[in-house]
């Protein structure tokens, strides 16, 4: 009864003029200001959001999204446009007056007088050039490190690279099926989509269609996962019936195309210091149809369960913790929540963590270092300590081991995967291969 009351009232509301009921802006309005503390990530906030208001159907659930991801990557304009203090409800109006290019006939019935009189201004306003990091919607200490990584024009082209939202891309699992067979079944029912640019086991999809239900997803045929983050499998290369670790599994995604790779034989242990998020790679485990992954969990990167592995690997990737920065298509409230001391942190976790990984090479094995992180320190810094402390371990062209694979990227020795260069979210990876007489 409660909910058919809200819903007549919901209705009374909507205006015939304005694209949206003043209802769902004041929805968007509260969703924006909860995101906006930075106190949780964007998706859980607005998940939250959407399970405390299931009225909410799946356009308005879109449309709240799709408002609240666009402000959250062009936060510093819009702030330079609306003011700095202001208000989300403020943002959101000045998102659609200027990112959106609503008319001024659109705010009749959502906006008051006064409001409309803002707006106007707001359209008219030029808010001058600004400084590099205000034009790239980054955060100060953000564009001053990717500065010397770029140049000033870099930093520009790679924000704009993050400032578009990302495509959906598909992995086809190897095990069960093949590429062709999951296109032309997508194109069956009528689902645009095309091989992907780099990996010969993505899928792109033209839209975001909801595929959880899809046929081909339940029986694991394919997950999705980004392009880029499946080139990390293929630096990997597991063979069939090898010893191989996935050090930092979390919820598998990887794992499972390693699994794929290795057609479920020999042994991969899934490490991870999440139970939450190990259980939740056991029914994708099931679903891929691996028996040859095993979840193992660990307290920390020295915990005692790893000393029975050591020296006995013939491959480990280890998907390091990071700041994420290479992901902001998909999370630009990260650049708004990290921080320089979090970096900090981070540089410090990874090198532990590679080191204790490192142990569990045998000679001759391969070790794989990645991050999704923009940021030097995260990347070249980490593994440029890590070989300095190590000789046992020499560095391998990324290039060569894709190129051996069919797959052509200008990488150099390390891959270094950009969003605006290759459509791709932002990823970093070094191989390394421990002496034979180690």
């Known amino acids: 009864m409660e909910n058919k009351r809200r819903k007549a009232v919901q209705q009374r509301e909507k205006t015939a003029e304005g694209p949206v009921s003043r209802v769902l ?100 306003a030029e808010p001058g050039t600004g400084t590099l990091a205000e034009r790239a919607d980054l955060p100060d200490w953000l564009a001053e490190r990717l500065l010397p990584q770029y140049g000033e024009a870099g930093v520009l082209e790679l924000a704009h690279g993050l400032n578009r939202p990302a495509p959906l891309d598909l992995r086809v699992n190897i095990g069960k099926t093949d590429r062709d067979t999951v296109l032309e079944r997508l194109a069956a029912d009528g689902i645009a989509a095309g091989a992907g640019r780099h990996s010969p086991q993505a899928i792109r999809l033209a839209g975001k269609p909801a595929l959880q ?122 650049k708004w929540r990290q921080s320089p001391a979090a970096v900090e942190e981070m540089v410090a976790k990874q090198g532990a963590i590679l080191d204790a990984a490192a142990r569990l090479v045998r000679p001759g094995g391969r070790l794989v270092y990645a991050t999704c992180s923009l940021l030097a320190e995260e990347n070249d810094g980490v593994v440029d300590a890590f070989l300095a402390a190590h000789p046992d371990f020499k560095p391998l062209s990324t290039q060569d081991l894709l190129d051996k694979q069919g797959v052509t990227l200008e990488t150099g020795e390390r891959l270094h995967l950009l969003p605006h260069v290759h459509d791709t979210d932002g990823f970093f990876a070094a191989v390394l291969e421990r002496d034979v007489q180690a």
């Open 213 to 334: 239900k899809h046929p081909l997803f339940l029986d694991g045929s394919f997950e999705v996962q980004d392009e880029g983050s499946q080139l990390l499998g293929l630096l990997v290369q597991p063979r069939r019936g090898e010893m191989v670790v996935d050090f930092c599994a979390g919820a598998g995604g990887k794992t499972l195309q390693l699994g794929a790779m290795m057609r479920s034989t020999g042994r991969l242990y899934a490490l991870d210091v999440s139970d939450k998020r190990l259980a939740k790679l056991k029914p994708r485990m099931a679903r891929a149809g691996l028996s040859n992954v095993h979840p193992v969990l660990i307290a920390h990167e020295r915990d005692a369960k790893l000393k029975r592995m050591a020296g006995k690997a013939d491959r480990v990737l280890v998907d390091a913790p990071c700041s994420g920065l290479g992901t902001l298509r998909r999370n630009p409230d990260l």
């Open 25 to 124: 802006f004041i929805q968007a309005t509260q969703a924006l200001g909860a995101v906006l503390s930075f106190e949780h990530p964007a998706d859980a906030v607005l998940s939250r959001h959407f399970r405390e208001h299931r009225e909410l159907g799946h356009r308005d659930r879109a449309f709240i999204a799709e408002a609240v991801y666009g402000i959250l990557r062009r936060l510093r304009w819009l702030r330079r446009v609306a003011g700095e203090r202001a208000t989300p409800r403020e943002l959101l109006l000045t998102w659609f007056a200027r990112g959106e290019g609503w008319p001024m006939r659109s705010f009749e019935g959502l906006a008051s007088a006064t409001e409309r009189d803002w707006i106007a201004g707001v359209k008219a």
